[in-house]
Structures are given as C-alpha cells and as structure tokens.
C-alpha cells in the first residue's frame, strides 16, 4: 500500500529532552511537509522539503530541526528550546511543490 | 494578508440538509484552493480543490464555489448525513510554493 507513515502514534517528552518524529513515505513524492495543529485551530506549517538534502523555514520553524537524506523519509527533531511543544504533529508530501499534500496519521506528542 | 479566514467555527445541520462552509482571503496571488476533512485522531484528507479559473466544481455531494472578486470561497456539503460530522478546513496557496495556508477549521456535527 502507497501512503505516508508517521511513528509513534503517541509519544510523552519530560521538559528539557529533545525529541523525533518520524514520517516515511512511499509515494515517490519529491516534497514533503511537517505541520503542527493546536486544539481549534488550523495547521501551521514548521518545515517544508522540495528535494533531497534541501528545506525550507516555515512560519513556526523556531524550536524544530529537520533533515532530508532519504527521499522517503524527512524526520523533525522537537528541541527542548520548543517553548510548548505539546502538540498534534502531522506530515505531509506532494508529487511536486504546489500539488496536492496528502497527510499522514499524525504523531500526539505531550510533554510532561 | 496571508490569512484565510474560515466560518462558522461550528455548525450543526439535520440529516439531508445542506452544510456551509465558508473562506475569505487576502492575498490575490492565491491561485489553489482545497477543502480538507479531518476525523478526531487522524490525519487531513483531501476533500476536493479548486483553482480560480472556474467559479465552481462538483464531486459528489460536495461542491466548491468560488467567488474571485469577492476573495471568497466555500463548501457545500448536499444531503449530509451523520458520517459527515468531522472538521473542515479550507486552504489556500500560491504558484508552486505549496506552502498551503489554512483557515482555521470548522467543526460539522450532522445530526440523524
């Protein structure tokens, strides 16, 4: 099956520790998307990717890092200088930069 | 002026009545217009999208107007029923940036 895939589902941070999500897809996308989304509120977008080994700011990007060594795959490290990182976090990839986005599961990450 | 204002934030319809979503924007360069449904959990799903070279497209049971002089779009859901009840956001972009600007949800409760 073709899709995008984010791990874990679920995940608990104590204050102060960095930690990644993990988003893989097999779609033979080239560009690939993390967003964050608040509770009534809509996505903000934290990194964008249009190739390999390139990304982009988005308009949260402060407290986050990312990497795009694989094609398939494009993680985001949530650092402890996240002031609120508790969170709904949710990836996304495109055929090309301005097709459609199409989402993953999204990973529920809570600080504690 | 990279704002999509979305309305109402909630809204309870009857079984086989008609939903309405709203969406104005600023920013004229926009020229992609989707409309996602998300369930509690999950991750976004692309509903249907329109570009500003027509006023309206249809699929199903939704329909997406587009109104270019007023900067105005929305979603009409016909006959909604119960499996409807779920968040829909709107959103917008621009060229090939890809990075979508959305609006900030609507939250559909269809009643049986």
């Known amino acids: 099956d073709g899709g995008i895939t984010q791990s874990p589902k679920y995940l608990f941070r104590k204050e102060g520790q960095n930690v990644t999500l993990s988003c893989e897809q097999n779609l033979n996308h080239d560009a690939m998307y993390w967003y964050r989304q608040d509770p009534g509120q809509g996505l903000r977008l934290i990194y964008y990717s249009q190739i390999v080994n390139d990304f982009q700011k988005g308009d949260i990007a402060e407290g986050y890092s990312v990497s795009r060594e694989k094609k398939e795959s494009f993680p985001l490290t949530v650092t402890s200088a996240q002031k609120n990182p508790t969170a709904f976090y949710l990836c996304?990839?495109?055929?090309?930069?301005?097709?459609?986005?199409?989402f993953g599961p999204g990973t529920r990450l809570t600080v504690l | 002026q990279q704002q999509v204002k979305q309305s109402p934030q909630s809204l309870i319809v009857q079984k086989g009545g008609i939903s309405i979503i709203n969406c104005a924007y600023e920013n004229t360069a926009f020229d992609y217009f989707p409309w996602y449904q998300q369930f509690p959990g999950k991750g976004p799903a692309l509903l249907i999208a329109i570009r500003p070279d027509v006023s309206e497209k249809k699929e199903g049971r939704f329909t997406i107007s587009f109104n270019k002089s007023a900067k105005q779009f929305s979603l009409h859901i016909m006959d909604s029923q119960p499996g409807d009840s779920a968040t829909y956001f709107c959103a917008a972009s621009s060229g090939n940036t890809g990075k979508l600007i959305f609006g900030q949800g609507t939250t559909l409760q269809v009643k049986p």
């Open positions: 996304a990839s495109s055929l090309y930069e301005g097709f459609e986005q199409f």
